[in-house]
């Protein structure tokens, strides 16, 4: 089962900031929070991840609440091609095997709107 | 370019027979994986290998076969005794067991 709560529809239009938010208030001390979307029909794609301070690359922003048991991801301006269904997912990342695989929940459809 | 293909992107089966799905890496990746996806759900690990002579199952493994006999290559057999084949089939492949996964495109297989 998944580890985290995300709400399953949200809307953004063009230009404006996407703010996608995630619950994951079991997380262990050494789990890490992921970030990947997909596009229907398309294999998911990384987007970012991060332990407990935020993190921004060229496509979001993470950030991590201090008590890390929520998380918010930022696409600071959102096109129509960030249409996808985006998953939150808390994952250890150690060498035990297993332990260390991506459990998927449902997402989050983020339709952005012209 | 780098990164991972999957062929065929869509493949049909009839009953009873054996298919096997391509996953290639050029990432000079260790770790390989293997997902099946159904509609409207989120993945379930099937198979994965963290360095070449070495694979394990995953949370779905009944009726799947895997072999990796080179670090770049990672095939999946579904088997006859995959009784609902029908799915989006995902490879990913990572630095090592550790790391960040990064997917390939994904085959489909249709069950005829």
């Known amino acids: 089962d998944a580890k985290t709560t995300q709400p399953p529809s949200m809307d953004c239009a063009e230009g404006r900031a996407a703010n996608l938010p995630c619950n994951h208030s079991?997380?262990?001390?050494?789990?890490?929070v992921y970030w990947y979307r997909q596009i229907h029909s398309q294999g998911p794609q990384y987007i970012i991840h991060?332990?407990?301070n935020n993190e921004t690359n060229e496509m979001a922003s993470l950030i991590i609440t201090e008590d890390r048991k929520s998380s918010t991801l930022i696409l600071p301006h959102a096109t129509l091609r960030d249409t996808a269904v985006y998953y939150c997912?808390?994952?250890?990342?150690?060498?035990?095997?297993?332990?260390?695989?991506?459990?998927f929940g449902t997402g989050t459809l983020l339709a952005v709107q012209p | 370019d780098g990164g991972i293909t999957q062929s065929p992107k869509y493949l049909f089966r009839k009953e009873g027979q054996n298919v096997t799905l391509s996953c290639e890496q050029n990432?000079?990746?260790?770790?390989m994986y293997w997902y099946r996806q159904d509609p409207g759900q989120g993945l379930r690990l099937i198979y994965y290998?963290?360095?070449?002579?070495?694979?394990q199952k995953g949370d779905i493994a009944e009726g799947y076969s895997v072999s990796r006999e080179k670090k770049e290559s990672f095939p999946l057999t579904v088997t006859s005794a995959q009784k609902n084949p029908t799915a989006f089939y995902l490879c990913?492949?990572?630095?090592?067991?550790?790391?960040?996964?990064?997917f390939g495109p994904g085959t489909r297989l249709l069950v005829l």
């Open positions: 990913a492949s990572s630095i090592d067991i550790t790391e960040t996964q990064y």
């Open positions: 079991t997380i262990s001390g050494n789990e890490y």
């Open positions: 991060g332990l407990k």
């Open positions: 997912i808390v994952r250890v990342a150690r060498y035990g095997g297993a332990t260390n695989k991506l459990i």
């Open positions: 990432l000079n990746h260790d770790a």
């Open positions: 290998s963290q360095i070449v002579n070495d694979f």
